[in-house]
């Protein structure tokens, strides 16, 4: 049989490589630690029922990645006493809103773990892989073969002075800047962004303090990528190429600036209700921050980490194809409810989805870029 099911996660703090925490839930016979889940809902997309199946047995409310993380098996037990295999597709769900009360309030208990202890604490091998994978930069970091080369040469270091001599030599060459700090402060920014844009499409009476957060993270943005231009000036030894650092740093500012224009769109136009289409949008903006942020801290040894680059931005890719199937999906079927009724508000619907899709359209950018350094030097 088929399930879907969503992995809620949130950060702690606004750092870019801030802790990944989990929620789960206990089931409700045996009372295990699962993830919520379900079968498919008639008229509901498969993230979508997956996100209402977090509402009613964890009490959360966010957004729903459409393009789901992966899948695992578990043996599921009929009432009938038998048992039989069971799909799961999962869903990346940012939380943005955990209810008092809910549904099956008395019949769960919900917890938040640490990506490594929601990994021990679930049964299924393939979902604790999953879970693993979702914060791969600590979990693959700890287990790759250039980890542990890494580790025989800070043992050899020890023994030689190797390091010293080469950390007074450091010291001799102009300074190369804090780029990488810089590259992780943007990706915060727009993890931050991302995430009010997404309580932004779910309505609701925050709509102001939402578009204001957006706008104060657009001018955070803007001060790094400005110090980060100031600093390739004059800084002798740069990372990367010089053209490489500022497209990278004007394209990631490029995505939160795309987000204010939604924002503002939001703003002008008085729109209080989000179409489904534009929510899952909103939400496949959230995940590909999210990527976004895995990746910059990886930059620093790019080339050691050259295929997880590959991987992180072949899925970013990825979210921009899936994207404006949603937007083209989402624009035809508004186009058939307004026909010969309200143009304008066909016109406002449009313009939305548009400004959504040219938020997708910058990660994309973020993306190429990366795959140009490493490229270049991976």
């Not at 997956?50 to 393009?67: D, Y």
């Not at 992966?70 to 006493?81: D, E, L, N, V």
């Not at 909103?282 to 997880?308: C, F, Q, S, W, Y």
């Not at 400004?355 to 190429?368: K, P, W």
Request: with cysteine.
């Amino acid at each position: 049989m088929r399930q879907i099911a969503v992995l809620p996660y949130r950060t702690v703090g606004p750092a870019v490589d801030a802790p990944i925490q989990i929620l789960l839930i206990t089931s409700r016979s045996t009372r295990r630690w699962v993830i919520p889940k379900g079968g498919l809902m008639k008229g509901l997309l498969p993230h979508a029922a997956a996100a209402a199946e977090a509402e009613e047995e964890a009490g959360v409310l966010g957004a729903a990645c459409p393009i789901p993380l992966g899948s695992y098996r578990y043996r599921k037990q009929r009432a009938s006493g038998a048992s039989v295999w069971a799909d799961v597709d999962v869903f990346p769900f940012a939380v943005t809103e955990e209810l008092d009360s809910w549904d099956e309030q008395h019949q769960r208990e919900r917890r938040w773990f640490s990506l490594a202890d929601a990994a021990k604490a679930v049964d299924e091998e393939d979902l604790r892989a999953l879970i693993r994978s979702f914060g791969a930069r600590e979990f693959r970091a700890a287990a790759s073969p250039a980890r542990l080369i890494g580790a025989m040469a800070d043992r050899m270091a020890d023994k030689t002075g190797i390091n010293t001599m080469f950390a007074w030599f450091q010291k001799l060459l102009p300074q190369q800047g804090n780029f990488f700090d810089l590259f992780e402060q943007q990706a915060a920014t727009l993890v931050a962004g991302a995430d009010a844009l997404a309580r932004l499409a779910q309505g609701g009476s925050g709509r102001a303090q939402h578009i204001r957060e957006i706008e104060e993270r657009e001018h955070d943005a803007d001060n790094i990528t400005r110090e980060v231009l100031q600093t390739v000036r004059r800084t002798f030894l740069t990372p990367f190429d010089r053209s490489s650092i500022t497209s990278l740093i004007t394209t990631m500012d490029d995505a939160i600036d795309e987000m204010q224009q939604v924002a503002g769109a939001v703003n002008l136009y008085e729109v209080s209700e989000f179409e489904p289409e534009m929510i899952d949008m909103a939400a496949i903006i959230v995940d590909a921050a999210r990527l976004t942020a895995e990746i910059m801290p990886l930059l620093r040894k790019i080339a050691d980490n050259g295929h997880r680059l590959h991987e992180l931005t072949e899925r970013l890719v990825r979210m921009e194809g899936h994207a404006d199937e949603i937007h083209a999906r989402g624009l035809k079927r508004v186009f058939k409810e307004d026909s010969g009724k309200d143009a304008l508000h066909f016109i406002v619907r449009q313009e939305m989805f548009k400004r959504l899709e040219r938020v997708v359209d910058r990660f994309e950018d973020v993306a190429n870029e990366i795959d140009g350094l490493v490229i270049d030097h991976a």
